[in-house]
T-cell receptor, first 113, second 113 residues
Framework: DAKTTQPPSMDCAEGRAANLPCNHS???????VYWYRQIHSQGPQYIIH???NNETNEMASLIITEDRKSSTLILPHATLRDTAVYYC??????????????FGKGTKLSVIP | DTAVSQTPKYLVTQMGNDKSIKCEQN?????MYWYKQDSKKFLKIMFS???????INETVPNRFSPKSPDKAHLNLHINSLELGDSAVYFC????????????FGEGSRLTVL
């Protein structure tokens, strides 16, 4: 079972920031938060990940609360191509070099012109 | 250059047949995975191989048999196909000691008639 809770859907106006929330209240101290997205009919795509500190890369920013029980993915200037299902995942390290990702239902983000 | 490539992209077959899906990665990764995405869009891990050794084997019928001839390849063979096997199958890879990011292929859509 997924360890995260996300809203099933969100809308965002093109050019505005998209803020996607995620709750992971049972996260343990050494578990990372990962974000992936899946554009229609494509394979999932890695966006960003973090442990405690906020992270930023060329795609997005990740804000993790101090208690680590929730996080927010921020797409600073959403475009139509950002329409996708966004998955927030707490990484379960299965050991032996295997990074098992348990996908939940995700948030369907629709960017509206 | 495609990092994780799967063939075939589409596969339509009759119940009871045996089929294979091939996956190759040119990223130098040492771990490969198979995920299944059903009609309800849930992504579930099926298998994980690290350095050609099986690490994860979720509750999957034994009609599904992964084979890893080398670190760059993980093929999925399915015997006695059933209607419920219809899904999109995604191959992925990652690197031990890396960021934990999984690189996914574009998927292979299997339709069993």
């Amino acid at each position: 079972d997924a360890k995260t809770t996300q809203p099933p859907s969100m809308d965002c106006a093109e050019g505005r920031a998209a803020n996607l929330p995620c709750n992971h209240s049972t996260i343990s101290g050494n578990e990372y938060v990962y974000w992936y997205r899946q554009i229609h009919s494509q394979g999932p795509q890695y966006i960003i990940h973090g442990l405690k500190n906020n992270e930023t890369n060329e795609m997005a920013s990740l804000i993790i609360t101090e208690d680590r029980k929730s996080s927010t993915l921020i797409l600073p200037h959403a475009t139509l191509r950002d329409t996708a299902v966004y998955y927030c995942i707490v990484r379960d390290d299965s050991g032996a070099g295997s990074y098992q990702l348990t996908f939940g239902k995700g948030t369907k983000l629709s960017v509206i012109p | 250059d495609t990092a994780v490539s799967q063939t075939p992209k589409y596969l339509v077959t009759q119940m009871g047949n045996d089929k294979s899906i091939k996956c190759e990665q040119n990223l130098g990764h040492d771990t490969m995975y198979w995920y299944k995405q059903d009609s309800k869009k849930f992504l579930k891990i099926m298998f994980s191989y690290n350095n050609k050794e099986l690490i994860i084997n979720e509750t999957v019928p034994n009609r599904f048999s992964p084979k890893s001839p080398d670190k760059a390849h993980l093929n999925l063979h399915i015997n006695s196909l059933e209607l419920g096997d219809s899904a999109v199958y995604f191959c992925a890879s990652s690197l031990t000691g890396g960021t934990g990011e999984l690189f996914f292929g574009e998927g292979s859509r299997l339709t069993v008639l």
